[in-house]
Every structure is written in C-alpha cells, then in structure tokens.
C-alpha cells in the first residue's frame, strides 16, 4: 500500500495503534484462561498474539498472575519512590517508564534466557530482596520462574520468532521501515502508558486495590473493558464480556473520584509520583 499510494497510506498505521490495547487484551484473556475454552489453543492463540506484538508470553503471563496475587505490594508499586534511589534519577525511570520504557524493557526480558541459569537467578533474588515476609515469598517464586528450564527454552524460541517475524517485516517495508518503527513505538508507548493506570495513587484499603473508571461507550470493546479494572481484580476468572453486566448492577460501587473518565486519568499519572496510604 505504502509502494502503491505513498505517504497517503499511512492512514492505516491509525486503526493499528488505536488496536493495540484490544491485541494486549486479547493476550490478557488467554492469561486468564478465557480466549479459547480448549486449554491447548487457548495457550496456543495467546503465544501467538504475544510473538506478534514481540511480548514474552511466559514473562507476561506470570508477572501479571503475581500482579494479581500481590496487587501493590512493595514490588508492585512502579508509581511510588522506593526512598531509595535519588529522586531526580527516580523520576526520569519513572517517566521513562510511562513513554514506552516498560514495553522496552519486556522487548529484552526474553535475551535474560540466554544468560547462564545460576546467573539470572542471582540477579533476580538480588532485584527482588526483601526482608519482609512477602516480599521472600516474591522473591523465592520469581527466582523459581527464571530457573526454570522448560519456560526458558519457550521464552528463547518465541523471542528467536518474534525477531524472524519482525525482520521480515522490516525487510518487506524496504525505504518504508521507519513508518513500521513508529507504529511499533506507538503501539508499545499505549501499553506503558495504561500498564499501571488503574493502580497509579491507589491506597492500600481500597477495593481490589483497583479503580473501575468511565469510558465512551465506542472504546469500552477497543480496551475490552479494561476500564473496570477492580472489577477485574475482584472477579478474575470471569470473562471480559462479563464486567459491564456487574458494574450495572452495582457489584462494585465506588466512590466518585474512582469514577473519573479512562484517558483523563491515564494524563493524571504525569503529575508524578503516586502514594501508598
């Protein structure tokens, strides 16, 4: 289209971009267990959907279920300083994270599994060290997952097909490959803008440690209704198709400022850091 129409073609990148939380969500339900009732093609279709947008399905999946299991604990917190690092430096990691640096860092996750075993699980229990209760069961179970043989050589062969499939597009695009450069940024700088979204300021004894928020009816499909994300937490094995249904009926009522529109609290999370009460 790009060779045929030219710069005129770039239209199409819009609808890619605008997609990229329905691919995300897509992926999201296969975590859950909801894409496909059948266990194998459910597996099958959410490492596929994760190739294609260069995710580790592995690492994903079981950084989000430990997200659920320890939904902002200290690990878990990407919005609030640590009170360790220097502030100045933990604010540009923090607004590095929200323009694309989360989806950056999952891009290399995978080349992790490349590296010696006694090695990654040195550097994961050092990254993830607590002193606190549940902080070493994080800790141990992390390590457990980087040690873990069979998860490595799946993470190692998706990424090699990730790549292969990724040069093959660049190679195809020919003197057109930066318009697929930006529309891969684009696509991951949304990811890390909303990854944390629902969780940014939220205080320890609210509700699923969540908030549900308002979204125009012609986006609750396109973010697969990620904007009742406590309800999500609350309800985690149903499916996406179910929330709107719950909300209505009142399963999960919350206080007006959880109740702000979607986009207008993902520009909230640029005042800086948020607190943990």
């Known amino acids: 289209m790009l060779r045929q129409w030219g710069a005129s073609a770039l239209w199409v990148a819009l609808p890619l971009v605008v997609l990229a939380p329905t691919h995300w969500g897509l992926i999201h339900e296969s975590i859950h267990g909801q894409l496909s009732p059948q266990r194998r093609l459910n597996e099958w279709l959410g490492r596929a959907l994760a190739i294609a947008f260069v995710l580790p399905f592995d690492a994903v999946r079981f950084g989000h279920l430990m997200h659920h299991r320890f939904t902002r604990e200290p690990f878990d917190r990407p919005d609030v300083h640590d009170g360790v690092t220097h502030h100045m430096l933990a604010r540009v990691g923090y607004y590095t994270r929200l323009l694309g640096g989360l989806y950056l860092v999952e891009l290399a996750v995978p080349l992790v599994t490349f ?107 396109v973010l697969m209704n990620h904007h009742l994300h406590r309800l999500h937490h609350q309800h985690p094995t149903l499916p996406w198709t179910a929330l709107p249904a719950l909300a209505r009926e009142g399963a999960a009522a919350s206080a007006p400022d959880t109740e702000a529109g979607y986009f207008r609290a993902a520009l909230r999370q640029f005042r800086g850091f948020g607190k943990v009460r």
């Open 115 to 221: 590296l010696p075993t006694p090695w990654v699980c040195r550097i994961v229990a050092h990254k993830f060290h607590s002193e606190e209760p549940i902080g070493r069961d994080v800790q141990r179970l992390f390590v457990g997952f980087a040690g873990n043989p069979e998860r490595r050589v799946r993470m190692r062969h998706d990424w090699i097909l990730s790549v292969a499939l990724h040069a093959c597009a660049f190679y195809l695009y020919g003197a057109w490959w930066p318009a697929l450069a930006i529309t891969m940024f684009l696509r991951g700088l949304w990811l890390s803008l909303v990854d944390n979204l629902p969780h940014y300021d939220v205080t320890l004894d609210e509700q699923g440690r969540a908030r549900n928020f308002r979204a125009p009816a012609i986006w609750r499909p």
